[in-house]
């Protein structure tokens, strides 16, 4: 039996209608709200949990070079105001779930009188009678041994020149033909076991400072660049911390750093990797803690 071929009409289909309508416009008030919601993530995350920090200045070498990046935890010792980013609350001594930093801890304070991110070391906590002579720290009593150790050979560069008047007679040029600052290190060690280098090459009045007990609810700091630190010895007239500070004006503990740039980068990115100074990435600053040592009494 032959096919026969089906001969019903197959309907045309309809060209598709144009819609009437406008493409939608960007919709600025969403756009605008996802902006200020993460704008607000960051603010809350640097305010309660880390926030990375930038070294300008010498005070803290030679464990701290300026142009090292670094992380600083917000929440070892508790909240205050000075916890927000920007420092933007009023200053109060109110703390929540407060906690005491370690000796030796380096931490980020700031002074009396301007809302500036300081950062320096604890040498000696609440209760602590501390007095400096000669350049060494005397607490409670009993000076905190300080051991002489090779110096340093720290590598001049745009941001650490090792300029004649804080650093006198200590630039030469190397072997290699590269200019170098010959640093004097000791190593300074704590009644916990913290121990950690510092810088003191010279006399100045900051070596000596009277002894003053420690109130509740402050700490002594000091910077590791002993004649270059306006910290806790400091006048706050010469932009110093002006003795023992509340322990609610301190945001935060020094944990790692993560790059250092050594000053010749430029906005150009090629020149950024050649500025790294590699053998500084992922630092830890947490002191070493010698085992063994007795606690202050």
């Given at each position: 039996?032959?096919?026969?071929?089906?001969?019903?009409?197959?309907?045309?289909?309809?060209?598709?209608?144009?819609?009437?309508?406008?493409?939608?416009?960007?919709?600025?008030?969403?756009?605008?709200?996802?902006?200020?919601?993460?704008?607000?993530?960051?603010?809350?995350?640097?305010?309660?949990?880390?926030?990375?920090?930038?070294?300008?200045?010498?005070?803290?070498?030679?464990?701290?070079?300026?142009?090292?990046?670094l992380v600083v935890s917000k929440y070892p010792y508790g909240w205050s105001w000075v916890s927000a980013s920007?420092?933007?609350?009023?200053?109060?001594?109110?703390?929540?779930?407060?906690?005491?930093?370690?000796?030796?801890?380096?931490?980020?304070?700031?002074?009396?009188?301007?809302?500036?991110?300081?950062?320096?070391?604890?040498?000696?906590?609440?209760?602590?009678?501390?007095?400096?002579?000669?350049?060494?720290?005397?607490?409670?009593?009993?000076?905190?041994?300080?051991?002489?150790?090779?110096?340093?050979?720290?590598?001049?560069?745009?941001?650490?020149?090792?300029?004649?008047?804080?650093?006198?007679?200590?630039?030469?040029?190397?072997?290699?033909?590269?200019?170098?600052?010959?640093?004097?290190?000791?190593?300074?060690?704590?009644?916990?076991?913290?121990?950690?280098?510092?810088?003191?090459?010279?006399?100045?009045?900051?070596?000596?400072?009277?002894?003053?007990?420690?109130?509740?609810?402050?700490?002594?700091?000091?910077?590791?660049?002993?004649?270059?630190?306006?910290?806790?010895?400091?006048?706050?007239?010469?932009?110093?911390?002006?003795?023992?500070?509340?322990?609610?004006?301190?945001?935060?503990?020094?944990?790692?750093?993560?790059?250092?740039?050594?000053?010749?980068?430029?906005?150009?990115?090629?020149?950024?990797?050649?500025?790294?100074?590699?053998?500084?990435?992922?630092?830890?600053?947490?002191?070493?803690?010698?085992?063994?040592?007795?606690?202050?009494?």
């Amino acid at each position: 039996m032959n096919d026969v071929p089906d001969s019903t009409p197959i309907p045309e289909e309809k060209p598709a209608e144009r819609s009437t309508e406008e493409p939608e416009g960007t919709n600025w008030l969403a756009e605008l709200r996802g902006l200020l919601l993460m704008l607000l993530a960051v603010i809350g995350f640097h305010s309660f949990v880390a926030k990375p920090f930038y070294i300008p200045s010498i005070s803290m070498m030679p464990n701290l070079l300026v142009g090292d990046q670094l992380v600083v935890s917000k929440y070892p010792y508790g909240w205050s105001w000075v916890s927000a980013s920007m420092h933007f609350l009023p200053r109060s001594k109110t703390r929540i779930l407060p906690a005491t930093p370690a000796y030796g801890d380096i931490v980020i304070v700031v002074p009396p009188d301007r809302d500036e991110d300081y950062i320096k070391r604890v040498v000696a906590l609440p209760g602590d009678r501390i007095a400096v002579v000669n350049g060494q720290i005397i607490l409670n009593g009993k000076p905190v041994p300080q051991v002489a150790e090779a110096p340093l050979e720290l590598p001049v560069d745009p941001n650490q020149p090792c300029d004649p008047d804080d650093f006198p007679g200590l630039r030469y040029r190397a072997a290699d033909g590269k200019q170098v600052c010959e640093l004097p290190i000791f190593r300074e060690t704590l009644p916990n076991g913290a121990t950690y280098r510092i810088i003191d090459h010279k006399q100045q009045p900051l070596d000596n400072y009277p002894e003053t007990r420690v109130p509740q609810g402050y700490a002594f700091l000091m910077g590791d660049n002993r004649d270059h630190s306006a910290d806790s010895r400091a006048p706050i007239i010469e932009k110093g911390l002006g003795g023992p500070v509340p322990l609610a004006d301190i945001g935060g503990r020094a944990e790692f750093i993560t790059y250092s740039l050594n000053g010749t980068e430029t906005w150009n990115p090629l020149t950024w990797y050649g500025a790294l100074r590699g053998n500084r990435a992922s630092l830890r600053l947490r002191p070493m803690i010698l085992k063994g040592t007795a606690a202050i009494p």
